[in-house]
């Protein structure tokens, strides 16, 4: 480490002071002080070194010896109230450590190069080996599959980015993989929304005309609702005479009126005896779980039919596996990428001082990426807690 850490320690001065003084990021001045790591550019250099000097003649302590490496010590400096920092100043820091959430990030260049990746490692599935499976996505998976293959009535809800697409894509894919007899019906939902004033309801005509599309692609659809069901009726028996299970699967369920959810209720009756002929699946975010709440009248048959199962997010002992499964998938090792520190901090950043979670592979995601970008910028060779706490 630089002296100067000592230095600020025996002044009383706290670090996020000096890079407020320099103009710089917190983990600027954290990368100098413990590892000795100087910005890349000479002007760069003779700039941060000016007003460091600059920093410590406003406390009469100028000295160019401060900028030597000595052997680290054990913590054992007095905690100081900072200076430079006013009320103002600790609010936002409060505040930025509250924003848990990022918005959609991107790998720069400069970072790609830095890091010597070919590609974003947190960027579109483009195949199943390339799906973290944890153990709630591997029992949420295995419901999903069942309820395909034997049929009942499953609800999946989870928050956005959970990886509640990505199960549905993977169930589509083992079937394929695997020749099943399984055929799944997907209503589009590409302008679905509650009300007509927001959007297209899914009504169960949709629905209905999905099933006919699917099954029976070369009929015309009938007109009118007792010959269109009727329709329905017999083409689900005809696929089921052919071997076949029939599922229907909703993604962004949230969106759906509680009348189509009544009717869908209906569609799981259609049998032929004791045997049902198609299956459903909804997936969607936890308004939907609102949807289902045993205490709403308009559902009650519903509820009493349908198997709620909830993708929670994953433990803290988890992110580890998670970004070391996703950096391999690109050729990394993810000891090369962020220390132990930066990956203890990510879980506590994502988990709010109330205890609700959001380590889900999406958040957990941009908040890497944001990272890496910062570290390219400020040229640290690997992520470590500061850098992370640079992430807002």
Same mark, same amino acid.
């Given at each position: 480490?630089l002296?100067?850490?000592k230095?600020l320690?025996e002044?009383? #001065?706290l ?6 003084h ?10 100098l002080l413990?590892h000795?790591?100087?910005?890349k550019?000479?002007?760069?250099r003779?700039?941060l070194?000016?007003?460091i000097?600059?920093?410590l003649?406003? =406390? ?10 000595v052997?680290a010590e054990?913590?054992? =400096?007095?905690?100081a ?7 103002k100043?600790?609010?936002k820091k ?12 991107s790998l ?8 010597s990746l ?6 579109? #599935?483009?195949?199943?080996?390339d ?8 029992y949420v998976?295995?419901c ?8 009942g009535?499953l609800?999946v809800?989870g928050e ?10 993977d #169930? ?8 099943l007899?399984i055929t ?6 590409l ?5 007509e004033? %927001?959007g297209?309801? #899914?009504?169960?005509?949709h629905v209905?005309?999905s ?12 007109i009118g609702? *007792?010959?269109r069901?009727?329709?329905?009726h ?7 005479k052919?071997g076949?299970?029939?599922?229907i ?11 189509t ?7 799981? *009756?259609l049998?032929?005896g004791f045997?049902?002929l198609v299956?459903?699946?909804i997936?969607?975010?936890p308004?939907?779980k609102?949807?289902?709440?045993e205490r709403n009248?308009d ?7 349908c ?7 994953m433990?803290?002992e988890?992110?580890?596996?998670f ?5 391999a998938?690109?050729g990394?090792k993810? *000891?090369n ?7 203890? %901090?990510?879980?506590?950043r994502l988990?709010?001082r109330?205890?609700?979670?959001q ?5 957990i995601g941009n908040?890497?990426l944001a990272?890496m ?15 992370i706490d640079?992430?807002?």
């Amino acid at each position: 480490m630089l002296a100067l850490k000592k230095t600020l320690n025996e002044l009383g #001065l706290l670090q996020t002071a000096l890079a407020i003084h320099c103009n710089v990021s917190d983990a600027t001045i954290a990368q100098l002080l413990n590892h000795g790591l100087w910005p890349k550019t000479e002007t760069k250099r003779n700039e941060l070194r000016e007003k460091i000097l600059a920093f410590l003649k406003q =406390h009469n302590a100028e000295n160019d010896s401060v900028f030597d490496v000595v052997e680290a010590e054990p913590m054992k =400096h007095l905690q100081a109230i900072p200076k430079a920092l006013t009320p103002k100043d600790t609010d936002k820091k409060s505040e930025e450590d509250d924003h848990m959430l990022l918005s959609r990030q991107s790998l720069t260049p400069e970072a790609k190069r830095h890091f010597s990746l070919m590609r974003n490692p947190f960027t579109d #599935l483009s195949c199943a080996e390339d799906m973290w499976v944890s153990p709630d996505i591997r029992y949420v998976r295995e419901c999903m599959f069942t309820t395909a293959k034997h049929g009942g009535f499953l609800a999946v809800i989870g928050e956005s980015g959970s990886g509640k697409s990505i199960i549905a894509t993977d #169930l589509e894919q083992r079937i394929n993989d695997e020749n099943l007899p399984i055929t799944l019906i997907k209503p589009y939902v590409l302008a679905a929304e509650e009300t007509e004033s %927001r959007g297209t309801m #899914l009504k169960s005509a949709h629905v209905a005309e999905s099933i006919l599309r699917t099954l029976a692609p070369n009929s015309p659809v009938r007109i009118g609702p *007792e010959a269109r069901f009727r329709q329905i009726h017999n083409a689900l028996i005809e696929s089921h005479k052919s071997g076949y299970s029939n599922c229907i699967v909703i993604e962004e369920a949230h969106s759906m009126p509680i009348t189509t959810l009544r009717h869908l209720k209906r569609i799981l *009756e259609l049998r032929i005896g004791f045997t049902p002929l198609v299956s459903v699946i909804i997936i969607g975010q936890p308004e939907l779980k609102i949807k289902l709440s045993e205490r709403n009248a308009d559902v009650r048959e519903v509820v009493q039919r349908c198997e709620v199962v909830n993708l929670n997010p994953m433990r803290p002992e988890l992110v580890e596996d998670f970004l070391r499964h996703r950096f391999a998938r690109v050729g990394a090792k993810v *000891e090369n990428i962020i220390d132990q520190s930066g990956i203890t %901090r990510i879980a506590e950043r994502l988990v709010s001082r109330a205890g609700e979670s959001q380590l889900y592979p999406l958040a957990i995601g941009n908040f890497i990426l944001a990272a890496m970008n910062t570290a390219a910028n400020i040229g640290v060779p690997v992520i470590d807690s500061s850098i992370i706490d640079e992430v807002v």
